[in-house]
């Protein structure tokens, strides 16, 4: 059959006996042979190949008896050597076709190094070199022998016997499309093997994890205890079982509201509110609405959603955010309530603040406003007081522009992602007003059409609240105007993107207390989303900025104790001040710790 390698080994064929023993280069000729054609054309063969006793204990036994010369020139193969696998010292059955790629490794890099290197036999008519500790493949006119210390051998018989048994089965012209396919398919998977490697290495934690978190995880899949592995995935089952069951039991959403239906309304009608607001503060004088002669008692109301984060970073950055608007309440002495509950399923998403604060107006008659405030927008000047003088003839305070919503009827010239309402039978009936529009279906989304067909740059898409504010004040500003103050004094909503990155030029050149574009009160993370995969701007962006904000309105807090934030995208802190035998003779820096400002409530009389 000739040179099983010819095309792949021209050099271990001049080379002979003088080819290097290292197992760099076994294992190159291994990998030489898993891409050659030949290897291809052993799969291709109808007959087994044999397997040699390898565990034979006579270290003669490992080579075949010499060969003799043939007869004829015309006979391929010598005499006493039969086209079967009888010649050489073989088992009588075959191993799978499947393993074959699994013994042709170990038979050709497992060698003794004791073995003896048989010597060359001449045959009549042409040199012939036979390597010993190979392994005998008989092929019909042909056998094959494979070296197994120095190379691979060289086939026995005469030149029309050399020819490759590829060749004879497949054609020449084939098999150098096949060897051409070999060799770029061994590039291809190098390739890939390094691209995947190095992209495993640099792309970090994330969706696909760092090599040593796969390792932990292998770790615990297969070296766990199984016992261990079987409890957990009971625990699963039992778990995802009973949040099933649980969610079954739930009941059913609520059909959509279709536009034939009566509009919603968000309870039984109340006409005298005022009338037993007031009986009711009369007989608990303990709990006046106004704490001293201008401030009134106010609860900040602000929540989320009663289901986790899509993004699991946002319960983080919710709990930033009930952190900071708390510690503004307590320098200001404001109460908070922080809502998890959907109290209306018709009223989800931007709609939801309604049904709660008509809920809150009825059960807390003793407060005099309520503030409303987005969970993704916090304070960022706690010394600021609003100026509640101010708002004395007012029922509805938001920050925007008159200009904006009563002559051009923009969509964003107010926002009602922070607003006063007070508690008086003009805000229910404004609430009254608002919520219509709002029940998810039908209703909502061709209310989204008449408000975008009305409103100046408004996009297409469902009704919202803040759309349908200045829509009812632009149609109806005779009846509401007059009680609605759209405050632009200071930031009592503060936009986040031309905020944040001047935070080192305010503390460089302002103090806190203004509460305008030059220390703004609040800063509003519109369209960020925290808690959501997607939002309307990259997720890494806007928790970078949440995070200086937040530090920014920390940093105020800290002060009163002697601390700041190391800079503000740290979350480590430094001391500022040192600790001194008379504390309470220290002020800090802001004058937040007994500030003046601060109410004291009234005795009753």
């Given at each position: ?57 006579d ?22 050597v ?44 042409r ?78 934690a ?22 261990q ?15 099933s069951?649980?969610?079954e ?69 919710l ?6 608007k ?30 709660l ?97 009305y ?22 500003r ?29 503390l ?31 997720v ?43 504390p309470l ?21």
């Amino acid at each position: 059959m000739g040179h099983i390698f010819r095309t792949s080994y021209p050099a271990a064929r001049r080379q002979g006996g003088k080819r290097s023993r290292s197992i760099a280069s076994r294992i190159q000729l291994l990998c030489h042979f898993y891409s050659s054609p030949s290897f291809l054309a052993f799969f291709l063969l109808p007959q087994g190949i044999p397997r040699p006793d390898r565990f034979d204990s006579d270290p003669a036994s490992r080579f075949p008896p010499p060969i003799s010369a043939p007869d004829s020139h015309r006979n391929p193969l010598p005499e006493g050597v039969p086209s079967t696998c009888t010649a050489s010292r073989t088992h009588s059955s075959s191993p799978p076709p499947l393993l074959i790629p699994l013994l042709l490794p170990i038979f050709l890099v497992r060698s003794s190094p004791s073995s003896p290197r048989p010597r060359t036999a001449a045959l009549p008519g042409r040199g012939v070199r036979r390597f010993g500790g190979g392994i005998s493949l008989c092929l019909p006119h042909s056998v094959i022998w494979l070296g197994r210390r120095r190379g691979f051998g060289r086939s026995i018989g005469h030149r029309r016997g050399e020819m490759w048994v590829a060749e004879r089965m497949l054609g020449e012209r084939r098999m150098r499309g096949i060897n051409r396919f070999a060799r770029n398919a061994r590039l291809t998977v190098v390739c890939l093997f390094l691209t995947v490697l190095v992209l495993r290495g640099t792309v970090g934690a994330g969706r696909f994890g760092t090599p040593q978190q796969d390792l932990i995880e292998l770790r615990h899949r297969f070296i766990s205890h199984p016992q261990q592995r079987a409890l957990a995935e009971h625990h699963d089952a039992v778990s995802k079982s009973k949040a099933s069951s649980a969610a079954e039991k739930d009941e059913p959403e609520p059909q959509p509201r279709s536009l034939r239906d009566p509009p919603y309304t968000l309870g039984p009608k109340i006409s005298d509110w005022d009338e037993q607001r007031a009986a009711w503060n009369a007989r608990h004088p303990e709990t006046p609405p106004f704490l001293n002669d201008v401030k009134p008692r106010v609860m900040l109301v602000t929540g989320s959603s009663p289901k986790p984060c899509e993004n699991p970073v946002g319960d983080h950055y919710l709990l930033k955010s009930i952190k900071n608007k708390m510690d503004y309440c307590r320098i200001h002495d404001i109460e908070i309530f922080y809502n998890m509950a959907l109290l209306d399923a018709e009223l989800a998403g931007f709609w939801a603040k309604l049904p709660l604060l008509r809920a809150l107006l009825l059960a807390h008659p003793e407060v005099e406003f309520f503030w409303w405030m987005d969970s993704d927008a916090m304070f960022t000047d706690m010394a600021f007081e609003l100026p509640w003088e101010r708002y004395g003839p007012y029922n509805f305070v938001l920050h925007g522009w008159d200009e904006m919503v009563y002559d051009d009827k923009n969509w964003i010239g107010l926002n009602t992602g922070s607003f006063l309402i007070r508690n008086c039978q003009w805000s229910l009936d404004y609430l009254d007003t608002w919520a219509p529009m709002g029940p998810k279906g039908p209703v909502r989304t061709e209310a989204g059409r008449v408000l975008t067909k009305y409103l100046k740059d408004r996009p297409v898409f469902e009704a919202d609240d803040q759309s349908a504010m200045v829509y009812i004040l632009a149609t109806q500003r005779e009846k509401w105007g007059d009680k609605v103050y759209l405050e632009n004094g200071y930031y009592l909503h503060g936009y986040w993107g031309i905020l944040v990155d001047r935070y080192e030029e305010m503390l460089e050149n302002y103090q806190p207390g203004l509460g305008d574009h030059r220390w703004p009160l609040v800063t509003h993370f519109v369209g960020c989303k925290p808690c959501s995969k997607f939002g309307d701007y990259p997720v890494e962006r806007c928790l970078k900025q949440m995070d200086r904000a937040f530090n920014f309105g920390d940093n105020q807090v800290l002060h009163m104790y002697g601390f700041e934030h190391k800079s503000l995208a740290s979350r480590r802190v430094k001391r500022i001040r040192n600790e001194t035998s008379n504390p309470l003779e220290t002020k800090d820096d802001y004058g937040l710790l007994h500030p003046a400002f601060k109410a004291v409530k009234t005795s009753a009389t």
